[in-house]
C-alpha cells in the first residue's frame, strides 16, 4: 500500500504563485509515472501534468507555460509549481503514482485526497 499527501494549497489573487507537494510513503514500492489532476466545482476531474520517473514531462493546454511538474525521486515527492494563477485554475488537486508494491504483481494507481487552490479575481 502506498499513501499520498497533498500540500501547499490555499487561496492566492490571480498573477500569482503557488507549489503543491505530494509525498509517497509506505512499504516496499517503486514508482512509475507521477499525475497531478484538478477537479473543479461541478466538472469533471482533468488531468494536469504527468512526469515519468525519468523526468520526461506533459501538460495540459490549458497550463502549459504556467505550471511546471517535477520530483525527487529520493524522497517519493511531486511538486507542482503554478504561476500566473486564473482564477479557472480553482480547483481540488490530486497527485497520483503509479506504484509497483511486493505485493501486488501489478501497477496501481494510488490518488492523494487532495489539495484546494483557489484564485481570486
Known amino acids: 500500500q502506498v499513501q499520498l499527501v497533498e500540500s501547499g494549497g490555499g487561496q492566492v489573487q490571480a498573477g500569482g504563485s503557488l507549489t503543491l507537494s505530494c509525498a509517497a510513503s509506505?512499504?516496499?514500492?517503486?514508482?512509475?509515472?507521477m499525475r497531478w489532476y484538478r477537479q473543479a466545482p461541478g466538472k469533471q476531474r482533468d488531468l494536469v501534468a504527468i512526469i515519468s520517473s525519468g523526468g520526461s514531462t506533459d501538460y495540459a493546454d490549458s497550463v502549459k507555460g504556467r505550471f511546471t511538474i517535477s520530483r525527487d525521486n529520493a524522497k517519493n515527492t511531486v511538486y507542482l509549481q503554478m504561476n500566473s494563477l486564473k482564477s479557472e485554475d480553482t480547483a481540488t488537486y490530486y497527485c497520483t503514482a503509479d506504484a509497483r508494491t511486493k505485493w501486488a504483481p501489478y501497477v496501481i494507481r494510488y490518488w492523494g485526497k487532495g489539495t484546494l487552490v483557489t484564485v481570486s479575481s
Open positions: 509506505g512499504r516496499d514500492f517503486s514508482i512509475n509515472d
